[in-house]
């Protein structure tokens, strides 16, 4: 083995070799993967390959397309194949709700250039003849289904990347990692020791122990899952192989395998396998069958597909693979390790593993995975994510694998587990819940206790007049929201100006005033958005995503100088309230020395105050678009200071309002949000933020990207639409059409209460940026007619805001 490479990947699972290519095609060639036993040896060799382009997230779901059109690549590179079948898929439908989420899904699928198809149950049954009928009320056909030989993909990537001048270590085991001063490694094996610049993780079932060779805590957990293999069923002699199918009511999936079927199961009672440490003595192991176990699910594939039963069992599998909790990959560099990446949790690597290795391998190569891979950014989990919280969301997300999850769902594992001081004080005015990062946060507030629950639904459910209520009070009179869940950062140092205004993209604030700001990449692309409150001159408070703080101190640390600023997150200690509304100055103002008035606190004013006896921060913004307040307190006060509020908001018509009314307001205000209207493909001019880009200021990151997107007006537009919608509302990934053909897309929507219609945010192509009429938005399968509003649909000057 040589004793120094550029990269070393540890692990030559499906992942590993991935990557491995993928650095070799990008043009590192220096490049080195070690493997413990054979390549294939974790979850890889077991796997039944299947591969489909469906994802809930569009991001993710191009990188699968990818994958799989990468095969015969490296088919023709390596000369190695990967038993490719392209059989087509269909999905079937049990439900109603199941029929609506796939004509979803084939919307989305349409802006991604996905040839999906929404089939009868005749169609569906002509196309796929083991199926009963009776159990189904519709399909959706995906041409590009199928599934490859998970030997021959790991050794197509191998020999692929070994033409491409990586080398391969096999029965080699990486026990230790060490970090030198400089960044770089030492690889501390069995077979002795390399020294590399950088070094990937791609340890698959072991990615955890590895992880914690460094320091860290990934969340990954392994499950056990089981699929059978029928006996010969005379039903497929000579006949054309069958499609792939997934039968949701059962959470099964299944294929044709040689003269019989192969049949999978995600069971509800799903096991966890090495809940705390992965033994390095398992190798090329099967786990006991357990039939027991899969019953049930057993139970519904036989009566949906009847001839599988009568063809008997022939072989069972049950091996274990790695899982995040959402069900998402791990992937890109971790915050505070210098020169340390990830590409592990991959539970989809015949669907993933090319897009996670293309992802990965730009963003070591290029400092930018090239993609918005938001979804699968590692940095997307935090310190709540502990051991036994992984395992509770692990298990619920195997249980649900083909579950639809429902706009308006919450789901129950895990919680409540982060709570604010008034969890309990909102829980007795009805409050519902939901989870972000592990925190309870309130989205509404039902009138009792016995409504206080969703009714799951894709159309206006429940929730609805409560919200409308909730918009309206805050619209005449005064709204009381808890923002706890807010980003925040403390900022600190001489150099704390100069510092922000290098990464973000607008001015530093005088001392006592707010900015509003995009952060930028060096391809002027929208990383993050933030309101910066200058508190005294070496000292801001930074408000931004909370979903988004380590991703965010990760590109903070990576622009940090030697000395003169320090970035303190600090989105816990600081717990926040805002009141909002035509009386929410007059409220205040009944709490507080300071002179209140337009005056003597303008709009985007920030400043130190003391509420009644609750020291804090009350900053003069409000993301509902009326004249509003956010209060910072630290959070021993907060029940003190919420207190406070609802005894002198009653005789200012005070009502609490949650996180779905604020969405709403926030949409007829036309203000973009994180990871929906702002991500990492879009520009400000784009994104209509050119306010926000201060290019007189002089230089900061993205700057010059960004006068090439003002000058060239950028692809793309952000445009705020009023939709004919009848009883469902845009929710975002909806299709945007324009004279008969899909344009563009939908990043949020709801129905606006203060307006009183349907609304929705989305990119179209800039050149129809201005069309005046020909759009439609495609919601649940059916298109409707949307006009485009020319400013945002509720107070378009800003005058409310600024009273
Ligand atoms: C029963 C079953 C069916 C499945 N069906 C499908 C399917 O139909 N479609 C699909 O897409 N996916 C399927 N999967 C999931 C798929 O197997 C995984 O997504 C994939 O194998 C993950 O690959 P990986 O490279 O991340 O991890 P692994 O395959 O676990 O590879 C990790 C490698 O790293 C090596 N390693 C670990 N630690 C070290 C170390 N310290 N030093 C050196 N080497 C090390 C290991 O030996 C191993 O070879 C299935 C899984 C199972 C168990």
Redesign the pocket.
């Known amino acids: 083995m040589k004793s120094h490479a550029q990269v070393v990947v540890?692990?030559?699972?499906?992942?590993?070799v991935s990557v491995l290519y993928h650095l070799t095609k990008a043009g590192w060639k220096d490049v080195l993967l070690?493997?413990?036993?054979e390549?294939?040896?974790?979850?890889?060799w077991?796997?039944?390959?299947?591969?489909h382009t469906v994802n809930g997230d569009p991001n993710v779901a191009k990188l699968q397309q990818y994958t799989i059109e990468l095969y015969r690549a490296i088919e023709r590179i390596s000369g190695q194949s990967c038993g490719v079948h392209i059989t087509g898929g269909i999905m079937l439908a049990g439900t109603r709700e199941r029929l609506d989420w796939l004509k979803m899904a084939k919307a989305r699928g349409r802006y991604l250039g996905m040839d999906l198809e929404i089939i009868s149950v005749d169609e569906a049954a002509k196309l796929f003849p083991l199926m009963d009928k009776s159990h189904f009320t519709g399909a959706m056909y995906d041409p590009i289904e199928g599934?490859v030989d998970?030997y021959g993909v790991t050794h197509a990537y191998a020999k692929s990347a070994q033409i491409g001048g990586a080398d391969i270590v096999r029965h080699?085991?990486?026990?230790d990692l060490e970090a030198r001063a400089d960044g770089s490694w030492d690889v501390i094996?069995d077979h002795g020791n390399v020294h590399a610049e950088h070094v990937v993780n791609?340890?698959?079932?072991?990615a955890r122990?590895?992880g914690r060779m460094v320091g860290i805590e990934l969340p990954i957990l392994a499950m056990e899952?089981?699929?059978l293999i029928t006996g010969d069923m005379p039903e497929l002699a000579g006949k054309k192989e069958q499609l792939h199918a997934i039968d949701f009511e059962g959470e099964i999936y299944i294929r044709q395998e040689r003269g019989g079927m192969l049949m999978?199961t995600y069971e509800r009672a799903g096991v966890a396998w090495s809940e705390a440490t992965t033994p390095w003595d398992f190798g090329q192991d099967l786990l006991p069958n357990d039939l027991e176990r899969i019953a049930p699910s057993l139970e519904v594939g036989f009566a949906h597909f009847p001839a599988l039963e009568a063809a008997g069992i022939r072989k069972v599998?049950?091996?274990?693979?790695?899982f995040a909790p959402d069900g998402n990959p791990l992937v890109g560099p971790i915050r505070g390790l210098k020169n340390f990446w990830v590409a592990?949790g991959?539970?989809?690597?015949?669907?993933?593993?090319g897009g996670v290795g293309l992802a990965l391998s730009r963003w070591m190569v290029d400092g930018d995975p090239g993609a918005d891979i938001w979804g699968m950014d590692v940095a997307r989990y935090g310190d709540w994510t502990t051991l036994a919280y992984t395992n509770a969301k692990v298990r619920e997300n195997y249980s649900r694998r083909f579950s639809i999850r429902f706009p308006n769902e919450e789901l129950p594992a895990a919680r409540p587990l982060r709570t604010t001081p008034i969890y309990e004080k909102l829980r007795a005015e009805h409050a519902v819940f939901g989870d972000y990062c592990g925190l309870e946060h309130p989205l509404w507030f039902a009138p009792s206790a016995r409504e206080a629950e969703d009714v799951i639904s894709f159309r206006r459910s429940n929730a609805h007049p409560h919200v409308a209520a909730e918009c309206k009070a805050v619209q005449n009179s005064v709204g009381l929201l808890e923002i706890s869940n807010y980003g925040k950062f403390d900022i600190r140092g001489p150099g704390t100006a100069d510092w922000l205004s290098l990464v973000m993209a607008n001015r530093v604030p005088a001392v006592g005033r707010i900015t509003l700001t995009p952060m930028l990449n060096e391809r002027g692309k929208l990383i993050g958005d933030f309101t910066m409150c200058r508190i005294a001159a070496d000292h801001v408070f930074l408000v931004g995503t909370y979903a988004a703080e380590t991703y965010y101190m990760r590109w903070f640390e990576r622009h940090m100088p030697a000395s003169g600023v320090t970035v303190r997150p600090c989105a816990m200690e600081y717990a926040g309230l805002s009141v909002a509304g035509p009386n929410s100055r007059a409220l205040l103002q009944s709490l507080v020395r300071d002179d209140l008035s337009s005056a003597a606190f303008p709009f985007m004013s920030f400043r130190r105050m003391e509420i009644g006896m609750v020291p804090g921060y009350v900053g003069r913004v409000s993301f509902t678009g009326e004249l509003g307040f956010e209060i910072w307190a630290t959070t021993d006060y907060q029940r003190a200071l919420y207190d406070l509020l609802i005894k002198a908001g009653r005789e200012h018509g005070l009502k609490l309002f949650g996180g779905r009314a604020l969405n709403a307001m926030r949409i007829e205000k036309s203000f973009g949000s994180w990871a929906r209207e702002f991500r990492p493909i879009y520009g400000p001019f784009e994104a209509g933020l050119d306010r926000f880009v201060d290019f007189k200021k002089g230089e900061f990151i993205g700057r010059s990207a960004a006068a090439e997107e003002r000058e060239s007006g950028g692809a793309l537009r952000l445009v705020t639409f009023r939709v004919e919608a009848t009883d469902a509302d845009a929710l975002g990934d909806e299709p945007i059409w324009h004279d008969g053909n899909t344009v563009g897309w939908v990043t949020s929507g709801a129905f606006g209460h203060r307006v009183n219609h349907s609304l929705a945010l989305g990119y179209v192509p800039a050149a129809l940026a201005k069309a005046d009429s020909g759009f439609e938005i495609e919601i649940i399968g059916e298109r409707h007619k949307a006009h485009r509003l020319t400013g945002a649909a509720f107070d378009a000057s800003g005058k409310l805001m600024r009273v």
Not at 46 to 51: E, F, P, T
């Open positions: 540890i692990g030559g699972g499906v992942v590993g070690i493997e413990r036993a390549l294939t040896s974790g979850s890889t077991h796997a039944a390959g299947g591969m599934h998970p080699t085991r990486v026990t094996t791609a340890a698959g079932l072991w122990e590895v899952h089981q699929y999978g599998v049950n091996g274990p693979f790695t592990c991959v539970m989809a690597g015949f669907s993933q593993g």
